[in-house]
């Protein structure tokens, strides 16, 4: 299969956003706010919709929408005291009603919007690879950078706080990860099921370890083996990609949850 360019750009695309998707998804499910990525996945769709109707790159549109989105969780939750759940929610909604009324505006309902709302990793061209390229390094240069910040404040934010972190800043920062790993992901799973792809490799990791370092590599290779399974099985059997690789993630999370059941059983 890999003769054929446009499957050489599908598996790079879905090892370039294993990357982020196995170091941010980490520390979402660390941090317990899964829907955080929901509500940032979904406002980007007004970007898709805007960009539909200049005639301009839809990721360069759902990246705006994407950091305005987390900017907006982040003044609602820490300024306006609105909970974060319900910022999330307005924001959610926002961006999913806008997108639907630019997409009104343009001529025809192209099939871009379908990709980008479900996926379609084998349209993936090879300036989107660029694009995810330079994603990536920003988001493992942050990652890196502020590792000990963001481990400390996904686990205990008041006590990050009281050792003198800046914790909105950190909060803002990294809710501008999530945005550039919802934007990476949307090519590959689509807006809908963003969030299965920042849960479950680190689920799975989650389940065969208990160091945060390995935890966080290993996500990332699950994450890479389950997009080119998925990837592999959809053209295999003509299938819809991005819904052929979320079936193949939740398959292999099953299939880890009934395996650690059955060895917790057996060492009891």
Not at 27 to 39: A, L, N, P, Q
Not at 221 to 243: E, F, K, M, R, V
Request: aromatic share 8%; proline share 2%; charged share 10%.
């Amino acid at each position: 299969m890999l003769q054929y360019e446009f499957i050489r750009n599908a598996v790079i695309a879905g090892l370039l956003a294993s990357i982020a998707c196995g170091i941010i998804g980490t520390f979402i499910v660390m941090k317990r706010i899964v829907f955080v990525s929901g509500g940032i996945s979904h406002a980007a769709f007004g970007g898709v919709g805007l960009s539909l109707l200049l005639r301009t790159d839809p990721l360069l549109g759902a990246l705006l929408f994407a950091f305005l989105s987390s900017i907006g969780i982040s003044v609602m939750h820490r300024r306006v005291r609105v909970t974060e759940d319900a910022a999330i929610g307005i924001l959610w909604v926002t961006g999913m009603a806008l997108g639907v009324i630019f997409i009104s505006f343009s001529s025809g309902y192209t099939s871009d919007v379908f990709s980008y709302l479900f996926g379609s990793i084998i349209a993936v061209p090879r300036s989107d690879l660029i694009l995810m390229s330079i994603l990536d390094i920003i988001i493992v240069s942050a990652a890196y950078l502020l590792y000990k910040e963001i481990v400390a404040f996904s686990f205990d934010e008041e006590f990050t706080a009281a050792i003198g972190v800046p914790v909105e800043s950190i909060y803002l920062i990294f809710l501008s990860l999530v945005a550039l790993t919802v934007v990476l992901l949307m090519k590959i799973v689509g807006i809908i099921l963003v969030i299965a792809m920042l849960t479950i490799p680190p689920t799975i990791s989650i389940q065969l370890n208990h160091n945060l370092k390995r935890i966080i590599i290993l996500s990332v290779l699950i994450a890479a083996s389950l997009i080119t399974c998925g990837l592999w099985l959809s053209i295999l059997l003509d299938l819809p990609s991005g819904a052929t690789i979320i079936l193949v993630s939740v398959a292999a999370l099953t299939a880890s949850s009934i395996i650690r059941r059955y060895a917790e059983a057996r060492m009891a």
